[in-house]
């Protein structure tokens, strides 16, 4: 399937298209687009509604102590409550133009968080992003969240919305990090296949270089699909390995939610001005 991305103001809509349609960026290029990461509690959320970001991420979950209601709420394990609801940091976003990306760690958050979402759909026009792990990959150790009844809840909702759909991964200083094997891949592309809607594939920077010839495989089987660079906290990564990405991805479907000072590094040296 060859599927394209929706159009001017859908929720599968490329974001590269959207920012540029808003001249927020000049070129149809990935490493225009900035992010703010875990923006979840309300300073956060209130400091990337400021910044020049064109991307938020956040972090959905149910809280522990049944809380709330079991309202959705804003926060990234080990955290498991949170000063912001779904419904708050949904009301507050919706003041920007800023596209969107939601992160679940968990498929118990997704069908109340959907709910909240369809009740704000119409005033929505822009990009939005659902990201889980669904498959194990390097690594990973941490749970997955179970791909079949993930992706069919978020396109029964809305069968307009760009997927992230990625690996668990895990990296360690000590040892050499092996990176996405063929199997990973294949069993990510035997999933997606099937798909109508743009998916990006979030990849941790420190294990991409080793899993070129992988994961340029897995972006020429359609044009839906893209690379969402991240970064862990303490992964040990260089400006070379991003360039080394740069080299020998196509600019227009490789994203770069990465962390500073790496972020600063990688820009200069492309030669993009960053906003601090």
Known sequence: MTATAGGPGSWSENILEYFLRSNQITAEDGAQITWYHAANHKAQVNEALKSTAHMIEADVLLPSDGSEHGQ???AHPPETNSDNTLQEWLAEV?????????????LAAVEPSLMLLENVKRHLKRPVWINADILPG??????????????DTVTSFFPDVTLSLGWTTGWHPEKVNEGYSWTMVKEMEYICNELNQPVTFPVRAALVRQSCSQLLWLLKKSHR???????????????????FIRDHFDKKQVFYDILEPQNHEFKQAIGIKVNL
């Open 72 to 74: 959705p709420i804003m």
């Open 94 to 106: 919706l003041k920007s133009n800023k596209g969107i990306k939601l992160d679940f760690k968990s």
């Open 138 to 151: 390097p690594n990973g150790h941490s749970r997955v969240v179970d791909a079949k009844p993930f992706i």
């Open 225 to 243: 699909y893209s690379l969402t660079i991240w970064t862990g906290k303490n992964d040990n990564y260089s400006t070379e390995d991003l360039l």
